[in-house]
């Protein structure tokens, strides 16, 4: 929920506060056009996580009541992909709502990203790091998230800030998916620096578990959604798509896509929540698997898992909540030549939410993963 100052609260986690709340909400507001909410979760974010100046500080991760009993920042790490989701409302709704304010504070938070989240790795050029601390733990190695680059976010601040380093980051997500995917499967998280390679989380390896497994899940999904909703003609989608082959055919052999996979293509868990379909219809429709796509969204695929479907009567989810409320968004009212954003175009529902709000219920079913230091 979002209160009344603008803080988006996760009352499913202690009541916390994340960038990445913070970011969505902006963003979701400007494609509302509410500007009265977009701005009381900007001043908020930037009172609560930016030490009161998103032009000088990057947010941090995590808000919310210490161990003291105090509401204040839990963990002053960053999240890199909240601070480009925050650049990109920003820089958008100066264009949106003509406020110059809006674009200049934007364009400031995306250069210090520029300055503190991204590095040269080898294989890959310039990339995004998905924080300032924590993800080049050694020389030789940079752990890095997928999920972190939005084509279209990318190719949007290219264009507003063309001396910045946004063309080489969105190039580096070809060679990171091409080599760091899992038999065809976008995965949650890839090292590289001696190659590039699907990884444990940056916190599994922080602990020594050899054990751990890379997977492919709730960071994951965000990439097939990223790719299905940026416009085809966006500089190396069509290449990116082409390196994740392995979910559309397994929704096509299945008819829903899996939670969680491993580096080797196996399916671990293959119960996903309703937000994992709302993710796919795009990525689907952009691959050409239009069938498929309307399986997921449209009226056949809905009334399925809304209480007829054997999947949802076998997964024991014949619940009211399981049933994605229809939320259309498009006109293209976000669209800027031949570059189409998230909001332009796009056909989405309150599930999407889900994968970017990990609804409570499938929780339980996630593999427990630690994002910052």
């Not at 949106?96 to 674009?103: I, K, Q, V």
């Amino acid at each position: 929920m979002i209160d009344d100052q603008g803080r988006v609260i996760d009352h499913s986690a202690q009541d916390h506060s994340t960038s990445e709340g913070q970011s969505y909400g902006l963003f979701f507001s400007l494609v509302a056009n509410d500007r009265n909410r977009f701005d009381r979760i900007l001043h908020w974010t930037e009172i609560n996580l930016a030490q009161g100046d998103l032009s000088q500080h990057l947010p941090v991760w995590l808000w919310g009541r210490g161990p003291d009993g105090q509401w204040k920042a839990l963990d002053r790490n960053s999240a890199a992909d909240s601070d480009l989701w925050i650049a990109y409302s920003l820089i958008e709704a100066g264009r949106l709502w003509h406020e110059p304010r809006y674009s200049r504070l934007g364009l400031s938070l995306a250069a210090q990203v520029a300055r503190q989240e991204t590095a040269q790795v080898p294989g890959l050029g310039t990339t995004l790091l998905p924080g300032i601390y924590g993800f080049h733990p050694d020389e030789q190695t940079w752990v890095l998230n997928p999920s972190y680059l939005p084509p279209f976010v990318l190719a949007r601040l290219s264009t507003a800030a063309p001396s910045g380093p946004w063309g080489a980051v969105l190039d580096s997500l070809g060679p990171m998916l091409a080599q760091g995917s899992g038999a065809g499967y976008a995965m949650d998280w890839v090292v590289a620096g001696q190659g590039i390679h699907p990884s444990a989380t940056p916190a599994q390896r922080a602990a020594g578990d050899a054990g751990a497994m890379p997977i492919g899940g709730f960071e994951a999904i965000r990439v097939y959604l990223w790719l299905g909703i940026a416009d085809p003609e966006t500089r190396g989608v069509k290449a990116a798509l082409g390196h994740i082959p392995a979910m559309a055919d397994y929704i096509a052999i299945h008819g829903a896509p899996p939670q969680l996979v491993d580096a080797q293509g196996k399916v671990v868990n293959q119960y996903a929540p309703a937000g994992f379909f709302a993710a796919a219809a795009p990525y689907l429709r952009a691959v050409g698997r239009e069938a498929e796509a309307k399986a997921q969204l449209g009226s056949a695929g809905h009334d399925a898992r809304c209480g007829n479907g054997s999947l949802w009567k076998e997964w024991g989810l014949l619940r009211s909540e399981s049933c994605p409320l229809r939320y259309g968004m498009g006109g293209g009212a976000f669209s800027s030549g031949s570059e189409r954003d998230a909001a332009g175009e796009m056909e989405v529902n309150i599930a999407v939410f889900l994968v970017i709000g990990e609804p409570v219920n499938t929780r339980k079913n996630r593999q427990k993963t630690v994002k910052r230091r």
